[in-house]
């Protein structure tokens, strides 16, 4: 199975907005609510802030998730990873998640991630290295550290 990716486009929003109800959903609806109007324009927001980012996760020639993996203030952030719950399971995610977390070993940089609370892929980013560092009402903050410093 080859994981491929490509830039993403304003035309994917509608493909965006798929993934995230088929992943994202359940806890939108624990916590705040689905509203649809509400979720289209929030990603077209995030689409126009991060469309030189965004990549669309491609695996046999189909468009099956979203990645958005970027620096900040000198540390990488996976600001977003979807893979669609048919792909699940397959190691789509962990061989993406990985590459990023070796981007960032190279560099000898921190890597962090936010998630839900009770989203079950928090398993997946600790079995991954990732460290919870601290946490609010609705999230998990996690991070791994290459940075080191030796004293």
């Known amino acids: 199975m080859e994981i491929r990716f490509r830039k993403c ?3 994917d929003l509608e493909f965006i907005l798929k993934l995230k109800e088929l992943g994202m959903k359940w806890y939108h609806e624990r916590i705040y609510g ?3 109007n509400f979720q289209r324009e929030r990603t077209k927001r995030e689409i126009e802030k ?4 965004l990549k669309i996760i491609i695996v046999d020639d189909k468009d099956i998730g979203i990645l958005n993996f970027f620096e900040d203030n000198n540390e990488f952030v996976i600001g ?9 399971g397959k190691g789509i995610a962990t061989t993406i ?4 977390i070796n981007t960032a070993k190279k560099e000898n940089r921190t890597i962090r991630l936010s998630t839900y609370k009770y989203n079950p892929a ?3 980013y600790e ?3 990732f460290k919870q560092y601290s946490e609010d009402d609705t999230h998990v903050y996690l991070h791994i550290k290459f940075n080191k410093k030796i004293i």
């Open 9 to 11: 486009e304003y035309d």
């Open 34 to 36: 689905w509203d649809i």
């Open 50 to 53: 991060f469309i030189d980012i």
């Open 80 to 88: 977003l990873i979807i893979v669609n719950p048919d792909y699940q």
């Open 97 to 100: 998640i990985n590459d990023c």
């Open 122 to 124: 928090k398993i997946l």
């Open 127 to 129: 079995r991954l290295g």
